[in-house]
């Protein structure tokens, strides 16, 4: 544990620490912003110069208002429901996201002054535009919403709707190609985007009233607030904003060819998945190493003489191995953040997750690996002489250790593949480049094909390493 909170020391100081791809640069101050960068023109991802960028209208505000602080501006992106906890806890320091000031995320944050309105539209497939010529014949249909939106609680308020939330507004677009939804509500603006041969708009209007858009700031920090509004006043005098709407309508207008083959998008998007590639091995690196020793402590306190540390070591095994992996990062990361402040970064978390899991796995197969020598070993090597310690480490150790080996090469290449659960905090490793590909180029199979094929190679390496060290271990059986 000692050596855990060490890493996690170690972590935060490295600039790598960062996990959303910002390098600290400890002079300037920094402005951080969250978004769901999924609402273009709003917030969208978009490849400039063979680099990934968050461009939009919100983050040229964004660039706005850091400026006029003098600040440096970090983007954090992320689902949009977790814009309103990341707030509260500290995470970001301002949203803009092309929020909506309800009255209800009036009760956990303050809103700046209002900067754009818009209207609320029903896409669906262009082959079913005589079905929903009312909001009545939507009534009782499977509905996409953006979860924790406010059209989610339009979605509500439609009788017998079966609402289908979800994090990102591409994921709900391709539902509704894929004949999972067959309607889906959106902003007017962000609907323009997705309009196509086969995506159109519902003659059928949800809510009359505009939706307006604000910048989202903790509560009580009043001096940002004021900052904020100055900066929107100073935009909207100089007729900047709608100027602003325009360049980003021009960016998202120039859209991605979406027919690309699989080894083209690899070869555009091979830059992503290296650092999909460097993220997930520090990650699994970092996790086998911690996870080895919490598993070897876990498992000395399994076959202590003292019963309380047995008891522990088994109420720990038990606790972890019972729950999934998701909960466990949920806590880490979220929880601890908005409990006791403790802010993990993406990096951090997952690698506390990762060790404590595959501690508990780890545990239990070095426990077998010990009980599973033959006692006989022991006492023969007790008798020859030699003290409990040597015994152990001489006699028994060498021979456990060898029969675990390939539960062990299991456990390793378990972490490699569960490392990707990380990726749904933020974390950049595969699993999440591959999503960011997939809302770049709207390609549903492709990008995950390639993270697949990605991870089967370096599964398939380490097992084959693994595989050669058997062999070299059991030379001594053969003889
Ligand atoms: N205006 C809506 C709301 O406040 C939707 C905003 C969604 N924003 C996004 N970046 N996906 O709920």
Redesign the pocket.
Known sequence: MMLLAFVVLLTTVAPVASATGTTGNSGSKKLVLG?????AP??FHKVIDGKDQIVGFDISIAKEIAADLGAELVIEDMG?DGLLPALQSGRVDMVI????P?DDRKQSIDFSNTYYK?KQVIMIRNADKDKYPTMADLENEKIGV?K????ETIGQGIPGAKLIALDK?SDIVLQLQTNRVNAAIV?DTVAVGYLDDAIGLAPAIPAEEQ?E?AVGIRKGNTELLNAVNGTLERLKSENKIEQLVTEASQLMADKVNKSQNIFQVFWQYKSFYATGVGYTLLLSALGVIFGVIIGLIICLFRLHDISILRWIGTAYVEVIRGTPMLVQLMIIYYGLALTLGINFTPLQAGIITLSINSGAYLAEIFRAGIQGVDRGQLEAARSLGMGRGAAMRFIVLPQAFKAVLPAIGNEFVTIIKESSIISVIGMVDIMYQASVVKNITYQGMNPFLIAAAIYFVLTFILSKLLGRLERKLSASDRR
């Open positions: 978004t769901s960068a999924d609402f709003y917030e949009f996201s092309g929020m909506t309800t818009s953006q924790g939106s406010i059209q507004i902003e939706a858009a």
